[in-house]
């Protein structure tokens, strides 16, 4: 019979050795899951980040159009149409985070209070009033950032081929049968010379 002591011993390391092995599981498993809850983190504030600059760009565009559609709605002498129009982009340029589309945030909360100070007014200058409207658009076209156009390879291209080197003629070799002369015309008044026999 075998030893008890041995045996109570032998199950008492074999509890040990399970939980043991038990906690390295789990902790490689919690580091794992730390791991990926921090990559979907990151990677959940990279879209966040995408969409906010997505809509910015898109507020910074309606507020372009509007500019521009305020400058032809001068024009055109529609006073309160261009006010609303001025009004309508003023609105699309507030709350803008500059900084976050590559924009200079001083000079961008500058030019959109003064556009929010302006008023269209029928008895002032009118030429006056659109050069200051067309002013601004001008204003926000230069704070935008100047994205580089993509660089596009040219293909190379082909050489012309060379002309291949022309090869002399052979000499007659030995023994080949030259070509027969061609016979020559006799001259007016001059009898020709018989041909000699063939050997």
């Not at 559609?69 to 340029?93: C, H, K, M, P």
């Not at 926000?140 to 190379?156: F, G, I, W």
Request: with cysteine; glycine share 6%; charged share 15%.
């Amino acid at each position: 019979m075998k030893n008890p002591m041995r045996v109570l011993a032998v199950v008492v390391i074999l509890i040990f050795v399970g939980i043991a092995l038990y906690w390295v599981g789990l902790s490689q498993g919690r580091s794992q899951l730390e791991a990926e809850r921090k990559t979907f983190n990151s990677q959940l504030e990279q879209m966040n980040s995408k969409l906010v600059s997505a809509e910015y760009n898109s507020r910074l565009n309606q507020a372009r159009f509007l500019l521009c559609r305020t400058v032809l709605d001068l024009d055109q002498r529609n006073f309160g149409l261009a006010n609303t129009r001025l009004n309508e982009a003023s609105a699309a340029l507030g709350n803008i985070n500059a900084a976050m589309i590559g924009v200079d945030q001083g000079r961008f909360d500058a030019l959109r209070k003064e556009i929010a100070a302006t008023e269209i007014n029928v008895a002032l200058n009118l030429e006056e009033q659109r050069g200051r409207v067309f002013s601004f658009s001008e204003q926000l076209e230069a704070l935008l950032p100047r994205t580089p156009p993509p660089s596009v390879a040219l293909p190379p291209v082909p050489r012309p081929a060379s002309a291949p080197a022309q090869t002399p003629a052979p000499a007659a070799q030995q023994g080949q049968t030259a070509a027969p002369a061609q016979p020559v015309s006799p001259v007016p008044g001059q009898t020709a010379a018989p041909a000699p026999p063939a050997k």
